[in-house]
T-cell receptor, first 113, second 111 residues
């Protein structure tokens, strides 16, 4: 079964609204989780590192005020895309590590119309 | 220059063929190397780690050349189910569990 679960798997929202994506580690605690974004035919790009109990660390070029990350517990990180625009339509995926293994969520397809 | 570069393909090969993918990385301090497989609209899945001594897992062989900063993946006796995008992944010593992905190489195995 899934070790890292992501929800929702697909979401369609109107331009200007906000969308929240959840990433949960199901049977382990993760002090850090990672959020990636993948545009069609492009590579998975690290957006930010989510740190439990502290601010997320964003990669260069990723707007922290647009992509809000909250890691309030050791098993949950959320990514909120605020004021979504059609160009934010993408595949968003999270990951967490345990020991020598990295687990990915199932990914979330966001379409902004 | 991108940190991890791959030929995007697509590679179209018949069943049973042998196909090789290459990947180069720019950061000489890179520490760990992997090949992931990604099926259409799905999350990436670890195919194999890549070691300096090279490693083999069934029909798959991965090799690392640190001097040339080059990684390869060889697939023998291709199966239809091998059709996917193969992602070259690199990490550095201070990146923790964060992965640096290549763009991926698309493989289509045909009957």
């Amino acid at each position: 079964g899934a070790v890292v679960s992501q929800h929702p798997s697909r979401v369609i929202c109107k331009s200007g609204t906000s969308v929240k994506i959840e990433c949960r580690s199901l049977d382990f605690q993760a002090t850090t989780m990672f959020w990636y974004r993948q545009f069609p035919k492009k590579s998975l790009m690290l957006m930010a590192t989510s740190n439990e109990g502290s601010k997320a660390t964003y990669e260069q070029g990723v707007e922290k005020d647009k992509f809000l990350i909250n890691h309030a517990s050791l098993t949950l990180s959320t990514l909120t895309v605020t004021s979504a625009h059609p160009e934010d339509s993408s595949f968003y995926i999270c990951s967490a590590g345990r020991g020598n293994t990295i687990y990915f969520g199932e990914g979330s397809w966001l379409t902004v119309v | 220059r991108k940190e991890v570069e791959q030929d995007p393909g697509p590679f179209n090969v018949p069943e049973g063929a042998t196909v090789a993918f290459n990947c180069t990385y720019s950061n000489s301090a890179s520490q760990s190397f992997f090949w992931y497989r990604q099926d259409c609209r799905k999350e990436p899945k670890l195919l194999m780690s890549v070691y300096s001594s090279g490693n083999e897992d069934g029909r798959f062989t991965a090799q690392l050349n640190r001097a040339s900063q080059y990684i390869s993946l060889l697939i023998r006796d291709s199966k239809l189910s091998d059709s996917a995008t193969y992602l070259c992944v690199v990490t550095s010593s201070n990146s923790g569990y964060a992965l640096n992905f290549g763009k991926g190489t698309s493989l289509l195995v045909t009957p």
